[in-house]
Nanobody
């Protein structure tokens, strides 16, 4: 069973950048499809980006495509989310998540992910 710890959130001005990290432990990291989700106040948690076990494939929500990049380092048991050109509407708590039931494809449904980080707050000021 994997444990996930999110970090890297903070306050940034619109147009700025942040890089989130998610450190995993307690499992075989390369056997998990990884994803990032976010939850704004009063909103449902939504899919942001996902990456396959090997890192060869990625998938993004339309709202972040072209601005965010997900990557992973299996040797370091870490997944990253590079966020550029941030907008106030990107303000949310960001969560990394791991799925162990999908050797092929990248799920975007919250229920597909089995393990979750504690979340890290990203605030984008206008």
């Amino acid at each position: 069973q994997v444990q996930l710890v999110d970090s890297g959130g903070g306050l940034v001005q619109a147009g700025g950048s942040l890089r989130l990290s998610c450190a995993a432990s307690g499992g075989t990291f390369s056997s998990y499809t990884m994803g990032w989700f976010r939850q704004a106040p009063g909103m449902e948690r939504e899919f942001v980006a996902g990456i396959s076990r090997s890192g060869a494939s990625t998938y993004y929500a339309d709202s972040v495509k072209g601005r965010f990049t997900i990557s992973r380092d299996n040797a370091k048991y870490t997944v990253y989310l590079q966020m550029n050109s941030l907008k106030p509407e990107d303000t949310a708590v960001y969560y990394c998540a791991a799925a162990d039931r999908f050797p092929y494809g990248i799920p975007s449904r919250r229920s597909s992910y089995d393990y979750w980080g504690q979340g890290t707050l990203v605030t984008v000021s206008s």
